[in-house]
């Protein structure tokens, strides 16, 4: 009887190796006592705030990224977006610890590591100069020099449309003070200036561009054309962060990278998720705006921040007086996450 017993035990021990070294089956989700099901326990993800200086389009591949799961592909939630109002703001919210990662030009980092921060750029967002020059229709303006004797409308300075112009005007000879006349608003209410007759030119980001179009206006100059290799917008985040979660890092710098991805693979599903994030917008003006951004490489086709790039970004900060100390782009940027 007891060696009857002894071959049962030996039995059910060599079947429960067996089992084992087979890797166990259903076996490991079976619970003691009955033959429920214990659910597979999921993937801690990094819960974390990001920062933007205002909710905009050149920002869309952050939105594409959250609305089409690539984040949460990658393991990261967005407890929120905040809009900071500034780039120095939006920046700051990373330095304190607040949000995880910015969205704003790389001068931002410029500026901050000039006065001793940690903050660097770790890849493009959005690149090329997105600003365009509108007037009425049968303007005649074809070239710069075609704007002397006009008054031209633009954001108040340092906003980027403003410093372009100024550039635009200085490489091509012409006074500030006695050949135009430059008139400074709100960003974002430059057409209204124009289309009551105060100024003949507006410089101009999207979507403002395509509803001017709407209304009758058409490009004079187009930005795009002159800086083809620009940092407008990157990612970027603290040195702190890239310390201590190298792999949250990692993982946000691929999702934007997919998203890029997708918007060039499917711009009638990046067009919906547009609309989907500006529903005060008309759907027809925020699907031109996306085409016409894609077809301008202002969303890259690849996210690398490339020393020119970054280096044409932070030279126009120079040009205009705001950055008066050399930066490393070693020393800003971070291409190492790129997948």
């Not at 006592?33 to 993937?43: H, L, M, Q, V, W």
């Not at 819960?47 to 949460?72: D, Q, R, T, W």
């Not at 711009?267 to 996306?290: M, R, S």
């Not at 490339?306 to 705001?322: C, H, P, R, S, Y």
Request: contains cysteine; aromatic residues 8%.
């Amino acid at each position: 009887m007891k060696k009857t017993a002894l071959k049962l035990m030996g039995i059910t021990l060599i079947s429960a190796l067996f089992l084992s070294a087979c890797g166990g089956g259903k076996a490991d989700n079976v619970n003691a006592g009955n033959e429920s099901t214990t659910p597979p326990t999921e993937t801690a993800k990094d819960v974390i705030m990001v920062s933007e200086v205002y909710h905009n389009l050149l920002y869309l591949p952050l939105y594409v990224a959250k609305e089409k799961g690539f984040l949460a592909d990658n393991g990261i939630e967005l407890s929120s977006i905040t809009a900071a109002g500034s780039g120095p703001a939006a920046l700051a919210s990373v330095l304190s610890g607040e949000s995880a990662f910015s969205f704003h030009g790389p001068e931002h980092v410029a500026f901050a590591r000039a006065k001793g921060g940690d903050a660097q750029s770790l890849s493009i967002v959005s690149g090329s100069a997105p600003v365009w020059a509108v007037a009425k229709t049968g303007s005649s303006i074809k070239e710069p020099k075609d704007f002397i004797g006009k008054t031209i409308v633009t954001g108040i300075a340092p906003t980027s449309s403003n410093s372009l112009l100024r550039k635009l005007f200085a490489d091509n000879g012409i006074d500030l003070k006695s050949d135009v006349t430059i008139t400074e608003v709100q960003n974002g209410s430059e057409l209204g200036t124009l289309l009551a007759g105060k100024a003949d030119i507006a410089v101009v980001y999207e979507p403002q561009l395509d509803q001017g179009l709407t209304q009758g206006l058409e490009i004079v100059y187009d930005f795009t054309k002159d800086y083809p290799d620009f940092a407008f917008a990157t990612i970027n985040t603290s040195k702190k962060v890239i310390e201590e979660n190298p792999d949250l890092v990692k993982r946000m710098v691929k999702s934007i990278e997919t998203a890029l991805d997708f918007i060039h693979a499917d711009a009638t599903g990046t067009k919906e998720i547009a609309k989907k994030e500006f529903p005060n917008l008309d759907g027809a003006v925020v699907e031109q705006a996306v085409q016409r951004m894609i077809e301008s490489k202002v969303y890259p086709q690849d996210g690398l921040l490339t020393e020119a790039a970054f280096q044409n970004a932070v030279d126009m900060q120079k040009f205009i007086g705001n950055l008066k100390v050399d930066i490393a782009y070693g020393d800003m940027v971070d291409t190492s996450f790129m997948p």
